[in-house]
């Protein structure tokens, strides 16, 4: 989508910042990571030739990669991570998450505890306006799967405009201007929606009701997924798992719901969810080709999860594939060409004779996979002047009341003081050094934003200017901090991912301005 998903994305907490990616040091997962067997491209009729284009491609793209990783027959035959992300990192899926909460509807069908049919308001009689439309009284579950609830624009700023009311109680209140099943709205309140039906239905959020029949059996472990503010599951949004993870999700459905020899989700419902059930936008891109349960269809036939900023789950029955692509990206289309112009092409019917010197580049290549680092100078002469003084700050949005930089030959470190005592992030010069501890973004007044672990790189754009990049890599954006040195103060000014790379989002934040002390 595009109108309705930046509506999404500014609803739902664009925030939680993150960004970054770690190279892998060999084509194949260590043993630490993962569960899906490894063979090499040519024993599974993928050539290595064809991977490395995509990678090409992809770093002439211009476009934010994180990851990447293509299972061909049930075994993973390629795999990249860009410095500073990593295999074990959680990524934030955004409304790949859609995806999973369908699943739990699926599991819940098989059980026969509801149907696709069932009214959507006999679930929450208690949240029930007063005088129920006849839009609303038709409104049944397969409206909530397909986006077609009948609404006009997305539930979700609705919901979010009212933080101190139920958030199922706001999507009944928001008029259905539409008869259900006649209008496609990309609706994220509709999967919210969803997820507390799971909840009524057996008392459980739905991780906790996925745990035993989706991530157990999976190996999907150390999870998370955020919450609103009644404690269920945004559903719509807000899961976090590993690339890995997401490819495991996606062979699932490419074996019609069944995992090393159970079936987990009945073939028919797999069918069901995956198919055009309606149509959608208009145009000739991938979110006109239709939509399915929480499913797009995609123009070359088959069928993916996707999220916001390039976070792919492409399923390909035909091709007998999966790929998986996480990014920072602001092009969703041109980073799905890519992967149609390289990766499609490199699929072949039958085996192929073992080709080490592709192979062997191809390693290479990922091994030295990385965001790229801004380059001025690893140094300045005013390095003395101000490593280790402490700036009181004038007051900000961040509650924050001193800075401070710690400013060597070898490497530097920021420290930030909240009333509580200094607290540091070290950074790298020039390139990417990731700190242990997951916080908050330090710069961040959004109270929703996640922690991650931040990655830091910084550079001298002149002898009086540091420029301090952060990577959040256990989330998808990123942070840019420019301090201006003078005398004795300093300015500070911020610049987010989005706000650099989306004239729609511009950045808001003010200026940090501080004294020596």
């Given at each position: 989508?595009?109108?309705?998903?930046?509506?999404?994305?500014?609803?739902?907490?664009?925030?939680?910042?993150?960004?970054?990616?770690?190279?892998?040091?060999?084509?194949?997962?260590?043993?630490?990571?993962?569960?899906?067997?490894?063979?090499?491209?040519?024993?599974?009729?993928?050539?290595?030739?064809?991977?490395?284009?995509?990678?090409?491609?992809?770093?002439?793209?211009?476009?934010?990669?994180?990851?990447?990783?293509?299972?061909?027959?049930?075994?993973?035959?390629?795999?990249?991570?860009?410095?500073?992300?990593?295999?074990?990192?959680?990524?934030?899926?955004?409304?790949?998450?859609?995806?999973?909460?369908?699943?739990?509807?699926?599991?819940?069908?098989?059980?026969?505890?509801?149907?696709?049919?069932?009214?959507?308001?006999?679930?929450?009689?208690?949240?029930?306006?007063?005088?129920?439309?006849?839009?609303?009284?038709?409104?049944?579950?397969?409206?909530?799967?397909?986006?077609?609830?009948?609404?006009?624009?997305?539930?979700?700023?609705?919901?979010?405009?009212?933080?101190?009311?139920?958030?199922?109680?706001?999507?009944?209140?928001?008029?259905?201007?539409?008869?259900?099943?006649?209008?496609?709205?990309?609706?994220?309140?509709?999967?919210?929606?969803?997820?507390?039906?799971?909840?009524?239905?057996?008392?459980?959020?739905?991780?906790?009701?996925?745990?035993?029949?989706?991530?157990?059996?999976?190996?999907?472990?150390?999870?998370?997924?955020?919450?609103?503010?009644?404690?269920?599951?945004?559903?719509?949004?807000?899961?976090?798992?590993?690339?890995?993870?997401?490819?495991?999700?996606?062979?699932?459905?490419?074996?019609?719901?069944?995992?090393?020899?159970?079936?987990?989700?009945?073939?028919?419902?797999?069918?069901?969810?995956?198919?055009?059930?309606?149509?959608?936008?208009?145009?000739?891109?991938?979110?006109?080709?239709?939509?399915?349960?929480?499913?797009?269809?995609?123009?070359?036939?088959?069928?993916?999860?996707?999220?916001?900023?390039?976070?792919?789950?492409?399923?390909?029955?035909?091709?007998?594939?999966?790929?998986?692509?996480?990014?920072?990206?602001?092009n969703l289309q041109k980073t799905m060409d890519v992967a149609y112009q390289t990766i499609l092409p490199a699929l072949q019917k039958e085996k192929l004779a073992e080709n080490s010197a592709e192979l062997t580049a191809l390693k290479s290549e990922i091994a030295a996979l990385s965001l790229p680092v801004a380059k001025g100078k690893t140094s300045s002469p005013m390095m003395s002047k101000y490593s280790d003084k402490v700036f009181n700050v004038e007051k900000n949005a961040f509650g924050l009341t001193q800075i401070g930089f710690g400013l060597f030959e070898d490497a530097g470190v920021l420290r930030v003081n909240y009333g509580n005592g200094m607290e540091k992030i070290g950074f790298g010069w020039e390139k990417w050094r990731v700190n242990p501890n997951k916080r908050k973004n330090p710069f961040s007044a959004n109270p929703?934003?996640?922690?991650?672990?931040?990655?830091?790189?910084?550079?001298?754009?002149?002898?009086?200017?540091?420029?301090?990049?952060?990577?959040?890599?256990?989330?998808?954006?990123?942070?840019?901090?420019?301090?201006?040195?003078?005398?004795?103060?300093?300015?500070?000014?911020?610049?987010?991912?989005?706000?650099?790379?989306?004239?729609?989002?511009?950045?808001?934040?003010?200026?940090?301005?501080?004294?020596?002390?």
């Open positions: 989508m595009k109108t309705n998903r930046r509506n999404f994305i500014k609803t739902t907490g664009m925030g939680t910042v993150g960004l970054g990616l770690l190279p892998r040091l060999e084509l194949f997962a260590h043993d630490n990571v993962a569960t899906l067997p490894r063979k090499t491209p040519e024993s599974q009729g993928v050539d290595s030739a064809g991977v490395r284009q995509f990678l090409q491609k992809a770093k002439e793209s211009g476009l934010e990669w994180h990851s990447f990783m293509l299972v061909r027959h049930g075994n993973v035959v390629a795999e990249g991570w860009w410095k500073p992300f990593e295999a074990p990192n959680k990524h934030t899926l955004y409304s790949l998450s859609k995806s999973f909460t369908s699943s739990a509807i699926g599991f819940l069908v098989n059980e026969g505890k509801i149907t696709v049919n069932d009214q959507v308001i006999s679930f929450f009689p208690d949240q029930t306006p007063a005088n129920v439309s006849d839009n609303l009284k038709a409104m049944k579950i397969k409206h909530l799967l397909t986006m077609n609830t009948g609404h006009h624009t997305d539930s979700m700023p609705d919901i979010r405009a009212k933080p101190d009311q139920n958030w199922v109680k706001s999507f009944l209140e928001k008029p259905v201007e539409h008869e259900p099943s006649t209008f496609f709205m990309y609706n994220t309140g509709a999967t919210y929606m969803l997820g507390a039906i799971v909840h009524k239905v057996t008392g459980q959020t739905l991780e906790e009701y996925l745990e035993p029949r989706l991530f157990k059996p999976l190996g999907i472990i150390g999870y998370d997924w955020e919450k609103s503010p009644q404690g269920l599951n945004t559903a719509g949004y807000g899961l976090r798992i590993s690339t890995e993870d997401i490819a495991k999700f996606g062979q699932l459905y490419l074996q019609k719901g069944q995992w090393q020899g159970k079936q987990l989700l009945p073939a028919a419902w797999v069918e069901e969810a995956t198919g055009k059930r309606t149509t959608s936008q208009s145009g000739d891109n991938d979110w006109s080709q239709g939509y399915g349960y929480q499913f797009w269809r995609c123009k070359p036939g088959f069928y993916r999860g996707d999220g916001a900023y390039g976070q792919f789950c492409m399923v390909m029955p035909e091709q007998d594939a999966v790929l998986v692509m996480t990014c920072e990206s602001f929703i934003v996640i922690p991650s672990r931040i990655a830091s790189t910084a550079t001298w754009l002149d002898d009086n200017t540091l420029q301090i990049n952060f990577k959040f890599v256990d989330q998808v954006h990123g942070d840019k901090l420019t301090v201006k040195f003078e005398g004795n103060t300093m300015t500070a000014s911020l610049l987010s991912s989005v706000s650099e790379n989306n004239k729609n989002s511009p950045e808001k934040r003010e200026a940090i301005k501080g004294v020596m002390v």
